[in-house]
């Protein structure tokens, strides 16, 4: 079965330091693959996707993320952090229906990021 | 702000009652997803509706049902409440019957007392 890790609970990083997160995802075939934002009281923000193509994806608010089949993994990354970028971030796997002709959306436990001034 | 809306915000209520969670998608999208969000469980997919059918059944309890409607907003009902089923629930909405892109509404907080 489809599933999504998301190692790391809770992170701090400086204002302007880099950020990584992590995210790895089982799943048997080309994942269709997500990274959400979620700011406290809020609903969730898609930051970006990756479906196929080009292996580095870009996002909004300066976010990327990196696909690596060998190591199924999809981390996030921001080169230099922001005090309105902490919030909690999401990562998802889309779980297959129907012979692959729809799925629904597998998340992660989700990574919560602080941001120290 | 991303088009979807969800009523009410906030909802407190007692074990045993039954309440009506409505959403909203945004104009032209004919899927709606709802998901509960919970400390111990995470975000769980519940339930999917496209252009009114019933798609894709996640993690979803006998005691909840949902449906949509002719104007493609979408109603969660949840019955024989428990303490346990205190969460925030989510709706989201996309074009297709395909989650290529999902738009999630601000959610609804339930508080079963």
């Known amino acids: 079965a489809q599933s999504v890790t998301q190692p790391d609970i809770h992170i701090t990083v400086s204002e302007g330091a880099s950020l990584e997160l992590r995210c790895n995802y089982s799943y048997g075939a080309t994942p269709y693959l997500f990274w959400y934002v979620q700011s406290p009281g809020q609903g969730l923000q898609l930051l970006l996707k990756y479906f196929s193509g080009d292996t580095l994806v870009q996002g909004i608010k300066g976010f990327e993320a990196e696909f690596k089949r060998s190591q199924s993994s999809f981390n996030l990354r921001k080169p230099s952090v922001h005090w309105s970028d902490a919030a909690e971030y999401f990562c998802?796997?889309?779980?297959?229906?129907?012979?692959?002709?729809?799925?629904?959306?597998?998340f992660g436990k989700g990574t919560k990021l602080s941001v120290k001034p | 702000d991303s088009g979807v809306t969800q009523t009410p915000k906030h909802l407190i209520t007692a074990t045993g009652q039954r309440v009506t969670l409505r959403c909203s998608p945004r104009s032209g999208d004919l899927s709606v997803y709802w998901y509960q969000q919970s400390l111990d469980q995470g975000l769980q997919f519940l339930i999917q509706?496209?252009?009114?059918?019933?798609?894709a059944k996640g993690n979803i309890l006998e005691r909840f049902s949902a449906q949509q409607f002719p104007d493609l907003h979408s109603e969660l009902n949840l019955s024989s409440l428990e303490l346990g089923d205190s969460a925030l629930y989510f709706c989201?909405?996309?074009?297709?019957?395909?989650?290529?892109?999902?738009?999630f509404g601000p959610g609804t907080r339930l508080t079963v007392t």
């Open positions: 989201a909405s996309s074009v297709d019957s395909f989650p290529y892109e999902q738009y």
């Open positions: 998802a796997v889309v779980m297959m229906n129907y012979g692959g002709s729809q799925g629904n959306l597998i």
């Open positions: 509706y496209y252009n009114g059918e019933e798609r």
